[in-house]
């Protein structure tokens, strides 16, 4: 959730809206508050079509990349007039706010992070990608929050009782980061900014295959991110974090 002076807008919907508006009791944000929802991709952790009723009654816009328009009218029912697919070039997800999209590398289709510019307010956003490419650590410099997968440790990986086919799929360039490539990619981010940013969130934890207390350890290594850290959680909601809660340096 981005909340902003004009509005709220989500990256990716994958609870339905009865379980968000549940998480949401007690944040100041109510569900009419969302005027957006922009989609990374299309996997159903990321987009549930419970959603296609409260999009089409509040007059949600759902902004996807246009290689998934079709998709979405067809698989989801999605009304034409709620679609505003996106390209290369930055876009609007509600009026001030502009959302640089940035390709990645997850399974065929791929996946978007996002370079949010608010006012006040310059945020990173990337999930669901295989491996870190240039334009990503390019792109997320001089952020006040920044947001990146650290998926899966590689040793609980192997050892899980997963499917072979399911490991090579996550750890073989095109799925995942594991911890240690999140770790790299957020190290290239902050090298090549002027500044550090407020907060550093870490997603899309597995469940099987990752610990938080193997995160922090890792994380924490580097003095630059220790203070910022925070491990976003699947079925708790993280507190807001604002750029004007930055820790000491």
């Not at 590398?105 to 006040?120: I, K, L, M, N, Y």
């Not at 750029?243 to 000491?248: H, T």
């Given at each position: 959730?981005?909340?902003?002076?004009?509005?709220?807008?989500?990256?990716?919907?994958?609870?339905?809206?009865?379980?968000?508006?549940?998480?949401?009791?007690?944040?100041?944000?109510?569900?009419?508050?969302?005027?957006?929802?922009?989609?990374?991709?299309?996997?159903?952790?990321?987009?549930?079509?419970?959603?296609?009723?409260?999009?089409?009654?509040?007059?949600?816009?759902?902004?996807?990349?246009?290689?998934?328009?079709?998709?979405?009218?067809?698989?989801?029912?999605?009304p034409a007039g709620?679609?505003?697919?996106?390209?290369?070039?930055?876009?609007?997800?509600?009026?001030?706010?502009?959302?640089?999209?940035?390709?990645?590398?997850?399974?065929?289709?791929?996946?978007?992070?996002?370079?949010?510019?608010?006012?006040?307010?310059?945020?990173?956003?990337?999930?669901?990608?295989?491996?870190?490419?240039?334009?990503?650590?390019?792109?997320?410099?001089?952020?006040?929050?920044?947001?990146i997968e650290a998926?899966?440790?590689?040793?609980?990986?192997?050892?899980?009782?997963?499917p072979a086919m399911?490991?090579?799929?996550?750890?073989?360039?095109?799925?995942?980061?594991?911890?240690?490539?999140?770790?790299?990619?957020?190290?290239?981010?902050?090298?090549?900014?002027?500044?550090?940013?407020?907060?550093?969130?870490?997603?899309?934890?597995?469940?099987?295959?990752?610990?938080?207390?193997?995160?922090?350890?890792?994380?924490?290594?580097?003095?630059?991110?220790?203070?910022?850290?925070?491990?976003?959680?699947?079925?708790?909601?993280?507190?807001?974090?604002?750029?004007?809660?930055?820790?000491?340096?």
């Amino acid at each position: 959730m981005v909340r902003t002076a004009r509005g709220c807008f989500l990256i990716d919907a994958g609870i339905g809206p009865r379980t968000l508006a549940r998480r949401l009791d007690g944040s100041g944000v109510v569900m009419c508050d969302i005027r957006a929802i922009v989609l990374t991709h299309l996997d159903s952790d990321h987009f549930s079509r419970h959603w296609m009723r409260t999009i089409a009654q509040q007059g949600i816009t759902l902004h996807c990349h246009h290689t998934f328009a079709g998709e979405l009218a067809r698989r989801f029912d999605a009304p034409a007039g709620c679609l505003a697919p996106f390209g290369a070039e930055p876009f609007a997800p509600i009026d001030g706010v502009s959302a640089r999209p940035i390709r990645l590398p997850h399974d065929s289709a791929g996946s978007h992070g996002f370079v949010v510019d608010c006012p006040g307010l310059r945020i990173g956003y990337a999930t669901d990608l295989g491996t870190a490419p240039a334009a990503l650590t390019t792109a997320m410099v001089d952020l006040d929050v920044l947001c990146i997968e650290a998926n899966y440790d590689p040793d609980m990986q192997l050892a899980s009782a997963r499917p072979a086919m399911l490991k090579r799929r996550i750890m073989g360039g095109s799925g995942h980061l594991s911890n240690e490539q999140a770790l790299a990619a957020v190290k290239a981010i902050l090298s090549r900014s002027t500044r550090l940013p407020a907060h550093i969130a870490l997603l899309h934890r597995s469940r099987q295959c990752n610990c938080p207390r193997l995160l922090r350890t890792l994380f924490s290594s580097d003095p630059r991110i220790a203070a910022r850290l925070t491990l976003a959680e699947q079925s708790t909601p993280t507190a807001w974090l604002s750029a004007r809660e930055v820790p000491p340096a």
